[in-house]
Nanobody, 127 residues
Framework: QVQLQESGPGLVKPSQTLSLSCTVS??????????WSWIRQPPGKGLEWIAY???????YYNPSLKSRTSISRDTSKNQFTLQLSSVTPEDTAVYYC???????????????????WGQGTQVTVSS
């Protein structure tokens, strides 16, 4: 019964930093066996995995986005966050957070959907 909820501004200006939080209930972000992930989907396009943080705080990023992506967590709030800097209109998408079982990470990295996902939040990059 784990639930994930994305939150953050729905509108970001170009060159600014996109910042989103994922609040988790019904499970701990320090639990082993999961990758706590961010994924996005531009309208009409496929899913793109962004990054994960695991139970011990280890992070990993999609190489195509690594240079401007940061994922972190606040264990006291049972939240993990995404920051994407220097955004452009091409970063407009629905952003999802997800709890991905360790054996399913490859599926998500390849654009599939596995694990428990939030409902997603629309982020528009526009001036």
């Amino acid at each position: 019964q784990v639930q994930l909820q994305e939150s953050g501004p729905g509108l970001v200006k170009p060159s600014q930093t996109l910042s989103l939080s994922c609040t988790v209930s019904g499970g701990s972000i320090t639990s082993n066996y999961y990758y706590w992930s961010w994924i996005r989907q531009p309208p009409g396009k496929g899913l793109e995995w962004i990054a994960y943080i695991n139970s011990g705080g280890t992070t990993y990023y999609n190489p195509s986005l690594k240079s401007r992506t940061s994922i972190s967590r606040d264990t006291s709030k049972n939240q993990f966050t995404l920051q994407l800097s220097s955004v452009t209109p091409e970063d407009t998408a629905v952003y999802y957070c997800a709890r991905v079982p360790t054996g399913e990470l490859s599926t998500v990295k390849l654009g599939g959907r596995a694990g428990s996902w939030g409902q997603g939040t629309q982020v528009t990059v526009s001036s």
